[in-house]
């Protein structure tokens, strides 16, 4: 029920200037609606009226409230009778963004209120949190904790709020069903209890993510688990003796809700919960009356994501794909519902869940939403064909937890080193789908500017790109191991082991790699491995709001077949071949390097240099200038000859190796600018536009 528009329908309240104001009509008291807290006042006092049905007559609202010498005043006041001599229930409103240490205080002034004026009840509220106590008679300064305050005409409370469907008791006490909440309102929530839990010192803030994590997952179990109608949450207040008995029963359900799903998913969280009874409870008031598994996947995903976002942009920003450049990816390509989708550094998962609501949108192609069948052409998808590896534990929990919170697509998501051999992921994480030449799509932002080194990573060897390989120009070298290699390197050979042939590999990579004369040997890697698709230029700007200013692209590859990449192979080899024997480059070296020896033997013999020994003759200048120029002289000769065997190379290798057309573009303005903001323009749409085009062609000549 939408309460502002349900009072002003029937006459509780109106607004005046444009909403500026609002004015209780049963007092004619007139209030700044743009007080965060009117808004908080405004809906309580109709939720008292409208779902408790308390009589309008018997609530007052700022109410003076005598405290020895002091006048305070208390919000609203309900009353047991018409004639407002008997106080029922104290009502604290509080804003939105309220501290946990402000709402206590709230608290203990609420009840305060309630002693002095022989309240039984009082009701504490921001709206995104509520707390309910109640006074016994017999120990005023005492207050018991309560799920909820009595409606009108009630007399005995249940011990709990919610329950499925709502109902009532049989004392005829309202039992409230879970409600979905507004995006907006559910990002508040998440931030809000993360704040609670972090806010007194007692967790760092990513220590709180953690554990609320860990509670959003009891919640959504908690929502599935079968209930008849009328039965109770587990994931909410129950009125016990004692406050310590009520925080402690609490948090023994929420354990067991935790190792209930645990034992379903174990690989979503590993170690226990760590909150105490209190920090508990403060999450499961933000959160008991929300209905998690009805909220429109696409508002609850955005939440998270929002809220995950407003976090880790502080801790782990490096973490962030900016939505446009995830989009425009997943957009491009062809994935559907039988595709098999890996994100080899997945992050927060962002990449994954694009593939998701791809597929989901495409079930709306085929089936009505809502129906079993919908459900299944997307959430098979999501368990069986989506898979991420994450590095960092905390961000692979993290991305579990986004997944799930988007239904159930979590259980393929690991935390392990994603360059580690595919048999080495296997036998980490039992989990059998990791296989070579099984995933139809590859789609990745790896991890820029570390690199691995050999004597860190003994895996690093069984890497092609991490060996120098033989210099078909000097006839002397030999391959060997690289010290170390770049990690944006290795993805590239890394998703061609775990590619099926004519699988896709999108991946952002530094434009280094395009452009770097050092990095032709990866371009040339890069070519055997792969059909080039699409470079796809960013804007400097790109990563700036998640706190890199590294140049990049996305490029898009199409991996050959065993026997395309064994004929690559071989035809470069046998250019290089042919042109190495047809120029003599052998005797051409060799003859260079006699010729360097002669001149030296000259300079060694002439008369200023000849009665020098070895020593004196390095120790003087004008020999070792010499020297040097000789040096450099022939130096040249032979790079002069390299050179031109190079152009010859490349001149045979067009006319040899199969000449396609690679897509090609670049993008100075998607979407948003270097804070993050929208700036209302993204060339990225036009450009995907184009690109699904061109890879629809590709696909089609291909199958041709």
Not at 74 to 92: G, H, R, S
Not at 344 to 362: E, I, N, P, W, Y
Not at 500 to 525: F, H, W
Not at 686 to 700: C, D, G, H, M, Y
Request: hydrophobic residues 35%; proline residues 4%.
């Amino acid at each position: 029920m939408d309460l502002i528009a349900e009072g002003i329908k029937q006459g509780f309240i109106r607004f005046e200037d444009n909403q500026k104001y609002i004015v209780y009509v049963h007092q004619d008291k007139r209030r700044n609606y743009a007080n965060p807290e009117e808004a908080v006042q405004a809906e309580s006092f109709l939720h008292l009226v409208l779902t408790y049905k308390y009589p309008v007559k018997r609530i007052r609202q700022f109410v003076s409230v005598q405290m020895g010498s002091e006048t305070k005043e208390a919000d609203l006041i309900v009353y047991a009778d018409a004639a407002l001599k008997a106080p029922l229930i104290v009502v604290e409103c509080k804003k939105e963004s309220v501290s946990e240490l402000e709402f206590a205080r709230a608290a203990d002034q609420a009840v305060s209120y309630a002693v002095a004026e022989g309240a039984r009840y009082v009701w504490v509220t921001s709206k995104l949190k509520n707390e309910y106590f109640e006074i016994p008679a017999q120990k005023p300064k005492a207050r018991i904790t309560i799920p909820d305050v009595p409606q009108f005409g009630v007399t005995a409370l249940a011990r709990f709020k919610f329950a499925k469907d709502g109902g009532t008791t049989r004392t005829g006490q309202k039992l409230f069903p879970l409600e979905t909440v507004s995006q907006d309102e559910l990002t508040r929530r998440f931030q809000q209890a993360h704040q609670a839990l972090w806010g007194g010192g007692e967790l760092n803030p990513s220590e709180a993510f953690d554990e609320l994590d860990k509670l959003i997952f009891c919640k959504l179990w908690d929502e599935r688990k079968l209930r008849k109608a009328g039965e109770p949450y587990d994931f909410q207040i129950f009125t016990e003796d004692t406050k310590e008995k009520t925080e402690r029963e609490l948090l023994d359900r929420l354990k067991k809700l935790y190792e209930e799903g645990r034992n379903k998913d174990p690989e979503v969280f590993k170690d226990d919960i760590r909150l105490n009874p209190a920090k508990a409870r403060t999450v499961v008031s933000y959160l008991e009356g929300v209905n998690l598994s009805d909220t429109d996947l696409d508002s609850k995903g955005r939440a998270f994501e929002t809220f995950m976002g407003s976090f880790f942009r502080g801790d782990f920003g490096q973490y962030f794909t900016p939505r446009p450049i995830v989009k425009f990816i997943v957009d491009v390509l062809p994935i559907t519902h039988e595709s098999r989708v890996l994100d080899t550094s997945c992050g927060s998962g962002g990449f994954l869940l694009h593939a998701l609501d791809k597929v989901r949108k495409q079930a709306d192609d085929y089936f009505q939403p809502g129906t079993d069948k919908h459900y299944r052409h997307w959430h098979e998808f999501a368990q069986r064909n989506l898979y991420g590896i994450e590095i960092n534990e905390q961000i692979a929990r993290t991305a579990k937890m986004n997944m799930i919170i988007h239904d159930d697509g979590h259980t393929n998501v690991i935390a392990a080193d994603g360059l580690l051999p595919p048999k080495a992921i296997r036998d980490k994480t039992r989990n059998a789908g990791f296989q070579t030449g099984y995933f139809d799509f590859i789609i990745t932002n790896p991890p820029f500017g570390s690199t691995v080194k050999q004597t860190e990573r003994a895996y690093l060897h069984q890497y092609r790109l991490a060996t120098r390989q033989v210099d078909w120009l000097n006839p002397k070298s030999k391959a060997a191991a690289r010290p170390g290699q770049d990690t944006e390197i290795l993805f590239i050979e890394q998703s061609h082991h775990y590619l099926a042939e004519g699988g896709y590999l999108a991946i952002v990579i530094p434009d280094s790699i395009l452009t770097n004369s050092s990095l032709q040997y990866v371009r040339d890697e890069i070519e055997d491995l792969y059909r080039i698709v699409a470079v796809v230029s960013l804007p400097q700007t790109a990563f700036t709001a998640t706190g890199a200013g590294v140049k990049s692209s996305v490029l898009f590859l199409k991996k050959h077949t065993a026997a395309e990449t064994k004929w690559m192979r071989d035809t470069k080899q046998a250019i290089k071949d042919n042109i190495r024997v047809k120029e003599q480059l052998e005797n051409k070296l060799d003859g260079i390097e006699r010729a360097k020896k002669a001149a030296l033997k000259k300079l060694n013999d002439h008369p200023e240099f000849a009665e020098l020994e070895v020593k004196a003759r390095k120790e003087d200048e004008a020999y070792a200038a010499a020297a040097q120029d000789i040096a450099d002289r022939f130096a040249m000769r032979a790079d002069e000859l390299r050179y031109r065997l190079t152009e010859l190379y490349e001149e045979c290798r067009r006319k040899d190796l199969p000449d396609y057309p690679i897509f090609m573009a670049i993008a100075e303005d998607i979407g948003y600018d270097t804070t993050g903001h929208e700036t209302g323009a993204n060339e990225l749409e036009v450009i995907a536009k184009e690109l699904r085009q061109f890879i629809s062609w590709l696909e089609t000549k291909d199958e041709a």
